[in-house]
């Protein structure tokens, strides 16, 4: 595949884009370019661009304003040390992204051609690319169903589009995010979309998460389908328990039954927690072991993580059931150690064991 390059003629100048990248937040502004290919039944993938960033225009009867065929990756360019820029585990999302296609009927991308759109884009808008720790260049890749017509059945054409977005570090140390666990709305089903990462997964999940705001919580966390009871993830975030303290601790994770997203965040812990000297285990765990566990002391810590906000700390659960809030309600320090080293390597500073990061340029 080769990706033609027509780049902006106009990029931002310096001190404007500058200027937005110190604003912070997240998925406010753009960067010059974006990456686009095509995909049809006929002819294959075609048209690989790079060109500025900028509106699509669809039909009104495109197949995915209706029957929501559209999956998404979310990953991060993180500066190093030495100036350069690399990429967390590209390969992890290549992967899951060709998986997340299988399951919404939509096109296979290799990984090879996958990793190359974002190497392209990445190389192209560099200097968008934040240089602080904590910051980075938040990728979004997506592809989408572009038949137009109302029949309803596997679109015959496809678009990638490939965009980024300067993040900044909005992780407060302060702060735990209070959940809601939903026993009203399930997110996944045995069978269901919940391992792959589509747009209607969150359609789905939105009524909830408004619910949670108005029981004043800012996440939902979501338990399985049949019995209501194992806890699988938080909004869009997996979930990590702590039990005990110091170097005896066990850090725990809810295992992979076929409806929970598998994180690349969730599955670097497993590591990194292990090098860290703790004892690391994939279990399944209820709603009652997360209500016990907190009130005998037993479990200390718990927080979310993923590619966006990296390790944020859980501090209180409210649920139908009552309300029960982990420790002293703060980022434990078990959560801010693996927080610290996840982010060190991402960002050269901690020694990459395990061949993570690859370098773009
Ligand atoms: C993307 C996502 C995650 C986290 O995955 P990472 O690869 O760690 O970013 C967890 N849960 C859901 C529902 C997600 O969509």
Known sequence: MKINLNPNPNPLPDAERDEKIAAGGFGKYYTDNMVTIDWSEADGWSDANLNAYGPITLDPATAVFHY???????????????????????????MRFARSAARLALPELSVEEFIETITTLVKQDRKWVPKKVGESLYIR???????????????????????????????????????????????????????????????????????????????????????????EEMGGMNLYFVKGSGKGATVITPKLTGTLLPGITRDSILTVAKDLGYKVEEVM?????????????????????????????????????????????KPGPITM???????????GTIEDKHGWNVKVC
């Open 68 to 94: 929501g065929q559209e999956i998404f990756e979310g990953m991060k360019a993180y500066s190093q040390p030495d100036g350069s820029i690399s990429l967390f585990r590209p390969d992890a999302n290549a």
């Open 141 to 231: 890749p997506f592809m989408f169903a572009t038949e137009v017509g109302l029949g309803v059945r596997p679109s015959n054409m496809a678009k990638y589009v490939l965009i980024a977005t300067p993040a900044g570090a909005y992780f407060n140390a302060a702060n735990a995010v209070t959940v809601w666990i939903s026993t009203e709305y399930v997110r996944a089903a045995i069978g269901g979309t919940g391992e792959a990462k589509c747009g209607g997964n969150y359609a789905a999940s939105l009524v909830a998460q408004k619910q949670a705001a108005t029981k004043g919580c800012d996440q939902v966390v979501w338990l399985d389908a049949v019995e209501r009871r194992w806890v």
């Open 285 to 329: 765990l209820s709603i009652d072991d997360w209500r016990d566990g907190v009130a005998s002391g037993e479990i200390t810590e718990i927080f979310a993580c993923g590619t966006a906000a990296v390790v944020s700390a859980v501090g209180a659960a409210k649920s139908e059931f009552g309300t029960w809030t982990t420790g002293d309600g």
């Open 337 to 347: 150690q693996i927080r610290e080293t996840l982010l060190g390597i991402q960002h």
